[in-house]
């Protein structure tokens, strides 16, 4: 009973508490408007946003499906990609020192001055777009695993030698166990980030997806539509968030009994 | 020797390990026999090679010289003869206490229906009972050592290894954990080298107890323990037989500690 009501506290105290400062700040924000007289296609009051949002709600939708359906089909090729690489770098001495350092420098290319290129090779289709989400969410993920694959705990590992446990099973029960709790964080950190790449893949040529509208709504100093695709944006970040961190208490339920 | 009815054998013994150019012998030339159903005793000097010798006897070290046999046959390099505890409890987080205490049953391919079935009936004579879906995370420390122990008794091999199972208890907590350890040796009948640093935890739990000496480590003493059994109660330790052998094994071991702290290759 006392665990329960703990729990009602404190999901309370996680919805409630940003939603109170959430608040506070729009209400400032609608205040300063109207003190200061600013004028809608500069900064339009949270309350012109949510009109627009409820004006656009249709056309935000299909844009909303647009980019999410990309977003998702990036953020698998990224988690498969990840987990090939992650095995390969943790397991295979010698590649790891081949690929390693590769993979931290491609880093430091920014993923929007390569993305034009994704547009001459694969055309204005679904591709360079689930490229881009793919290219931002795969370091996190890859890192992440190669952590985790390489966190077992070395006396365990000799436990299950001592009982003449195989490769297979030692994977199995010891490491891919072990790994899990660190895919999870990559998890969240990719779904958090996909939205970005996503975001970027439309910048560079679409006619479709909340990035488009964007870009269109700037161009058309529409600055009300602009506020409301980015809020619905936000909305997919979270949302993305949410269910990586289902997934999480799902798989690693361990973890969840440990904080509680 | 009748090698027949030995359980454990170590026939002259001798690792050393190489280190950046450097080379530490950690045992050398120990043997020791040990008859089927016997508790012995190890005790020696921190880094006197009790561990690499518990590792030569469970198969993770190869002995550079010399072999090591179960049953009359040799195990060197040779794992799944033996249970294996160690210090830390090495419970797996992501399993229930029922799935840990039957992973070492589990590694080693035995019918997984009967070890469950064994788990459940033994709960509580390892006090577990009510906790057989819990994390490892719920156990209090005394808790997660039977739980580690229950697995090492599932495992159902004659031969428990155990190197300071009780090193990081409390005092009260370990000298409850010794007594119900011989119930659980005495039920199972099982043969039991145990490591530890504690002179009156080797004395009350073993038939037998080995001093090692410095660094490389050799037997120095096998010190047989007359006491009577069942020795369900600390009462025994304050007995005069028990203050004797406690002398005989002090003397033997003050020797050595003092040689390690009179030598620099402590360090080393
Ligand atoms: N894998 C290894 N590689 C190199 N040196 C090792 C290895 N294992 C043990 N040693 C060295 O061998 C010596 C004996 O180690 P061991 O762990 O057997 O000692 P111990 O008697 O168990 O010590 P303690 O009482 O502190 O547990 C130590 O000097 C240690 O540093
Ligand atoms: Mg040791």
């Known amino acids: 009973m006392e665990r329960s009501d703990n729990r009602l506290a404190r999901i309370l105290g996680d919805f409630v508490a940003p939603m109170i400062v959430l608040g506070a700040f729009f209400m400032l924000w609608e205040w300063l408007c109207v003190l200061f007289k600013v004028p809608v296609f500069v900064l339009p009051k949270p309350s012109d946003i949510a009109a627009q949002i409820l004006k656009d709600r249709w056309l935000l939708w299909q844009h909303f499906q647009f980019t999410l359906k990309n977003v998702i089909f990036g953020f698998f090729l990224a988690f498969v990609v990840a987990m090939i690489l992650g095995f390969l770098v943790s397991h295979v001495r010698l590649i790891n020192r081949a690929i390693y350092p590769l993979l931290v420098a491609s880093q430091t290319i920014p993923v929007i001055a390569i993305a034009p290129v994704f547009i001459i090779w694969f055309g204005y289709g679904i591709l360079p777009k689930v490229i881009t989400t793919a290219l931002i969410c795969f370091f996190p993920l890859t890192i992440n695993t190669i952590t985790g694959f390489t966190s077992v705990d070395p006396e365990i590992k000799t436990l299950f030698r001592a009982y003449n446990g195989g490769w297979f099973q030692t994977f199995t029960k010891l490491t891919l166990p072990s790994a899990l709790p660190f895919i999870m964080s990559g998890l969240k950190i990719s779904a958090t980030l996909s939205v970005i790449g996503g975001v970027i893949g439309e910048w560079i040529g679409s006619e479709m997806g909340l990035g488009y509208l964007i870009i269109q709504a700037g161009a058309q100093i529409q600055t009300a539509r602009l506020f409301g695709a980015i809020t619905v944006l936000a909305f997919m970040g979270i949302l993305l968030f949410l269910a990586a961190s289902l997934l999480e208490r799902l798989v690693t339920p361990w973890r969840e009994a440990h904080r509680a | ?268």
């Open chain 2, 1 to 268: 020797m009748a090698t027949d009815n030995l359980k454990i054998q170590l026939r002259n013994v001798s690792k050393a390990f190489a280190n950046k150019g450097s080379i530490t012998a950690a045992v050398e030339d120990v043997s020791l026999d040990v008859r089927p159903g016997e508790f012995i005793s190890i005790v020696g000097p921190s880094g006197c090679g009790k561990s690499t010798a518990f590792n030569i006897i469970a198969g993770l070290i190869r002995p550079d010289v010399g072999d090591v046999l179960i049953d009359g046959r040799s195990v060197a390099g040779r794992q799944g003869q033996v249970g294996y505890m160690l210090q830390k409890d090495l419970l797996l987080p992501w399993r229930t206490v029922l799935q840990n205490v039957t992973l070492g049953a589990e590694l080693l391919n035995r019918s997984r229906a009967a070890t469950q079935r064994e788990a459940r009936d033994l709960m509580a004579t390892f006090g577990l009972q009510g906790f057989e879906n819990a994390w490892p995370s719920r156990l209090s420390g005394g808790m997660r050592q039977r739980a580690a122990l229950m697995r090492t008794v599932l495992s159902h091999q004659d031969v428990m290894l155990l190197d300071e199972p009780f090193g990081a208890l409390d005092a009260m907590t370990k000298s409850l954990m010794q007594e119900w350890l011989l119930e659980i040796w005495t039920r199972f009948n099982r043969t039991i080298v145990f490591i530890t640093h504690d002179i009156d935890e080797a004395i009350f739990l073993s038939d037998r107890v080995y001093v090692m000496t410095t660094r490389p480590g050799r037997l120095k003493a096998s010190i047989d323990v007359n006491l009577p059994r069942p020795r369900s109660s600390h009462e025994i330790t304050t007995t005069p037989e028990f203050g004797a052998i406690k002398h005989q094994l002090l003397t033997a071991l003050r020797d050595e500690i003092m040689k390690a702290y009179g030598s620099p290759k402590l360090q080393g």
